[in-house]
């Protein structure tokens, strides 16, 4: 795509709309054993926008003592994370050449106002291997940028159903969620997400120290 960096790849409504609700339904089956928590920014406490949960035998979390770190527990309740729904494993491997499944999917709850600052994902051990994302409810503006911090960016739109692959050199480039079309899905049930907004879900291998 012009404008992305290479390994960058976009694909519009790979999940129809029959789709998207079950895996909506898996999610709210998910947060039911693992609850959307408050993350906090390591040393200020800072929270974040979104709120947070995970899927697999691994966890990105966030908060002030620990920092960013991956683990295999929920850090509130303590429980491991639920198990990754199939439907996500088979889009892994549909999008990816990468040989093992995920260890991590990552849930993010974006409300109105909500927003992910630039960041490069670099919590991970192994950097070759690919992230794959997948938009559910509301349409957010995605914006790329390079390895280095600041200069331009490229710009998407992104809506429920689209599914977005960062290997390569994307892997290792800034990007950033600065805005949440609020009200244009109504996607995400009431009950589990008050006000609705936007599920992304971040499927990562965070592989072994070296
Ligand atoms: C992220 O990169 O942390 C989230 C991306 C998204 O919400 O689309
Ligand atoms: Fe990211």
Redo the contacts with the bound molecule.
Sequence with gaps: MTGFPDGFAHHPLYFMPAEQAALIDAVVEGLRAAPLYQPTMPRTGAPLSVLMSNFGPLGWVTDREGGYRYQPDHPVTGAPWPALPDALRALWHDVTDWPEPPEAC?I?W?REGSK?GA?V?RDEFDLRAP?V?V?LGDD?M?RMGSRARGGPTAGLR?HSGDV?VMAGEARQCH???PRIYAGTSALLPESAFPGGG?V?L?MRVVGAPR
């Design positions: 990552l993010n974006y992910m960041h994902d992230v994302s938009s957010a995605f992104l977005v990007h950033s969620v936007r992304n971040t």
